[in-house]
């Protein structure tokens, strides 16, 4: 079992940054990789980034060269620095892990809101 706990949205004028953090806790040792995702109003969920456990990244297109995931193991915690925000990039930001025991399983954070308008 997994729980994340993401944190750092907010309101952020256009141009701006915001950093995301997702906080991992139980059983840490089975995350496989960590993503992160987003869901706009009367859209469907989008991959945004993800990182796997040895620290190979992607990034998908409409982001890239403006988000950057990471890690710091050591805190068990995954971020996501959103730089040159856009109002296109507006929606509620989830984590997932994905772990691998005897099954692969997905585990969710609650979501945190990031607002881009002037």
């Known amino acids: 079992q997994v729980q994340l706990v993401e944190s750092g949205g907010g309101l952020v004028q256009p141009g701006g940054s915001l950093r995301l953090s997702c906080a991992a806790s139980?059983?840490?040792?089975?995350?496989?990789?960590t993503g992160w995702y987003r869901q706009a109003p009367g859209k469907q969920r989008e991959l945004v980034a993800t990182?796997?456990?040895?620290?190979?990244?992607n990034t998908a297109d409409p982001v890239k060269g403006r988000f950057t995931i990471s890690r710091d193991h050591a805190k068990n915690t995954v971020y996501l620095q959103m730089n040159s925000l856009k109002p296109e990039d507006t929606a509620v930001y989830y984590c997932k892990a994905t772990t691998v025991t005897t099954t692969v399983s997905d585990y969710w954070g609650q979501g945190t809101q990031v607002t881009v308008s002037s």
């Open positions: 990182i796997t456990s040895t620290g190979i990244t």
């Open positions: 139980g059983s840490i040792f089975s995350i496989y990789a």
